[in-house]
């Protein structure tokens, strides 16, 4: 279990985190969503034990994870940037990352080669950017970790590779309950891939669920009624509304089944209920705070 407790952060006089509080079961995979800025970066650096809290807690299975050696032998942090000895070639690493992961699976290092089809000796800087990120996998996967952190992953993945590596992430996740932490702007990848997430803003977590609760906790309803006229709501939780034409568009947070039958009670002319999607719940919490402002649901 990964605990963060009352984090803080500052960069200077900026307070960057602000009071996060969040856990990560073993074995799930938590997606970490966020406006540009929120400081998601930040905190998987300070998950990762790169950064040092200015207060609160960060710790994996009760021990502290700032400069823990022991614990950085088990958890892998890709970032954004990748950062790579680029004069080494993938095999060169592959001996680092042998003599640093007790866990690295030799099977694995030689089924993935033959199936990116990468050389392995080739100096990883003339690489091009999907390859590097492809080699960045290959060591990481190989490496067996308990952990993982992941800053925007697939970014520059071409579509087969990054299914490749999803499958192999998820495989590690159903059959070791390998932890996944990922941070991406990409919601239908993250709607796919994590089982539970936290929206980060300004510092602060806005919201944290599992994202089959939160998808079933809130519905989208479009119906259109006989001369536009519109029935009384207010027995449901309407968090949002709009017309358009003569449609109404209402996010509604309650039981699909409730919602169903107080709107077809008015024996609307059109009526469609849909789930929300990630990017829909992501972009209302974002409008809840002043951050989105149009009407773009
Ligand atoms: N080393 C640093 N020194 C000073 N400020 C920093 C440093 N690193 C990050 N920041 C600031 O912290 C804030 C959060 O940055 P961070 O990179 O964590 O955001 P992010 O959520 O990952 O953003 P994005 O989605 O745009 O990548 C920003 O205002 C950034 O300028």
Not at 86 to 114: C, L, V
Not at 200 to 215: A, C, F, M, V
Request: aromatic share 8%; with cysteine.
């Amino acid at each position: 279990m990964i605990e963060v407790r009352n984090a803080m952060k500052t960069f200077q006089s900026e307070t960057v985190i602000r009071d996060v509080s969040l856990s990560v079961r073993n074995g799930s995979i938590y997606g970490l969503l966020g406006s540009n800025g929120a400081g998601k970066t930040t905190l998987l650096r300070m998950m990762a034990g790169i950064l040092r809290t200015n207060s609160g807690e960060m710790k994996i299975d009760g021990e502290d994870i700032f400069e823990n050696n022991r614990l950085k032998e088990t958890m892998i942090f890709l970032q954004d940037d990748l950062y790579f000895f680029s004069q080494y070639t993938p095999k060169q690493m592959a001996r680092f990352y042998r003599e640093t992961y007790p866990s690295w699976d030799e099977e694995r290092y030689a089924g993935m080669k033959q199936s990116l089809g990468l050389d392995e000796n080739k100096k990883i800087n003339k690489f091009s950017k999907g390859m590097k990120r492809q080699v960045a996998f290959w060591l990481a996967l190989s490496a067996k970790p308990e952990v993982m952190i992941l800053d925007e992953p697939f970014d520059g993945l071409d579509a087969v590779v990054r299914k490749t590596i999803k499958s192999m992430i998820l495989e590690d996740v159903a059959e070791r309950s390998m932890t996944v932490i990922i941070s991406s702007h990409n919601l239908k990848e993250v709607e796919d891939i994590c089982d539970y997430i936290g929206i980060l803003h300004n510092g602060t977590i806005l919201l944290e669920r599992d994202i089959d609760d939160l998808k079933g906790e809130f519905h989208k309803v479009q119906a259109a009624f006989r001369k536009g006229k519109e029935p009384d709501m207010s027995p449901l939780d309407v968090v949002h509304r709009e017309k358009r034409g003569s449609v109404f568009i209402y996010i509604v947070r309650g039981e699909k089944d409730e919602i169903t039958s107080h709107v077809q009670a008015a024996h609307p002319v059109v009526f469609d209920q849909l789930s929300l999607t990630l990017e829909e719940i992501f972009i209302y919490e974002m409008r809840r705070v002043g951050y989105a402002k149009d009407d773009i649901i």
